[in-house]
């Protein structure tokens, strides 16, 4: 997928995402954080564009997976990469503003996103 950022620029999104994930599942909040966190001048439009393309980056990449987290831990959602992201973009979409804590899904590195930190 080609970005619309520097490769440096993009690349700092993702390694940011992926080193939080070595240690715990990471959330669609967590990923605006560290947008925000390295970009802080950007527009609330800018970020949510930008968080979704590293979701999208990170998980048509198989860097990470997307699912929930119940009581028994994170559960990988049953479809294609391709479709997981779709999905992200239209429950984003719908909501209408940046996702809160437990909002929209959770990402899990795999261990080719273990491997690339």
Known sequence: MEG????????????????RGLDDWIQAAEVV???????????VAEVQRVAL????????????RAGD??????TEWPMTPSSACRRIRTS?????????????CWL???????RRV
């Not at 954080?33 to 527009?43: G, K, L, T």
């Not at 987290?69 to 994170?74: C, N, P, Q, R």
Request: a negative charge; aromatic letters at 8%.
């Open 33 to 43: 954080a560290v947008v925000q966190s390295i970009d802080s001048e950007a527009s």
């Open 53 to 64: 393309e590293v979701i999208d980056e990170l998980v048509c990449g198989d860097f990470m």
């Open 108 to 114: 899990a590195n795999t261990p080719r996103g273990d």
């Open 92 to 104: 984003w979409n719908a909501l209408g503003r940046l996702p809160e804590l437990g909002e929209i």
């Open 69 to 74: 987290v119940t009581a028994e831990g994170f």
């Open 4 to 19: 619309t950022y520097p490769v440096t620029k993009l690349e700092a999104y993702i390694g940011e995402v992926l080193k």
